[in-house]
């Protein structure tokens, strides 16, 4: 898995992978020495809870953006590691296809390179791209104004779906307004400013 995350994140033009560590114990030393911009965890380390390694991390003088990486596709997981300190949480089974984005997400703003090369902060597009299309129905809603129940009445889902699309969808764009979420959707095109 390690092997292949690497691959992931060198494929990735402006990124460098500066070391690995395959325990909780050698993560905390590397950090200290090499100051990685982002740190990649695994929630499954053999010496300790992979959010007790985001916490540790997130403590120092220099914290990493984290991310998480967990075979668990569950809420509570992603919401246990937001509260620990990760800016993100990938399934490993989504790691081809979303980590990089997640990454460039996570660090979009809040990172500043230690080389010449910039990094590029993720296009509304690209953000909107992480979202399934179900989730793009419900943004287009949030944008337009309507109630929960409104949503659920168009797209034939009941309230408590929409909201549980709402969530994901926050949670994957990184956004926890309305304003934002409206925002964000102008930008994308998902809708246009005299949609109503």
Request: proline share 4%; hydrophobic share 45%; charged share 25%.
């Amino acid at each position: 898995m390690r092997e292949g995350v690497r691959r992931i994140l060198e494929a990735q033009q402006g990124l460098q992978v500066v070391g690995e560590a395959s325990d909780g114990a050698s993560a905390l030393a590397l950090a200290e020495r090499l100051r990685p911009d982002v740190a990649v965890v695994d929630v499954g380390l053999p010496d300790m809870s992979g959010l007790d390694l985001v916490r540790r991390l997130r403590a120092g003088t220099e914290p990493p953006v984290v991310l998480v990486l967990s075979m668990y596709d569950d809420a509570e997981y992603a919401r246990e590691a937001r509260v620990a300190g990760a800016a993100a949480y990938v399934v490993k089974d989504s790691a081809a296809t979303m980590l990089a984005a997640q990454l460039w997400l996570a660090v979009g703003g809040t990172v500043r390179p230690s080389r010449d090369d910039a990094i590029p902060r993720a296009s509304a597009q690209e953000r909107i791209a992480l979202l399934t299309p179900r989730e793009c129905d419900v943004l287009r809603g949030i944008a337009r104004g309507r109630t929960n129940k409104e949503m659920g009445q168009e797209l034939g889902i009941s309230p408590r779906t929409v909201e549980t699309h709402r969530e994901r969808l926050m949670r994957k764009l990184g956004v926890t307004t309305v304003a934002g979420l409206t925002a964000l959707a102008l930008d994308a095109g998902v809708v246009t400013r005299d949609a109503g």
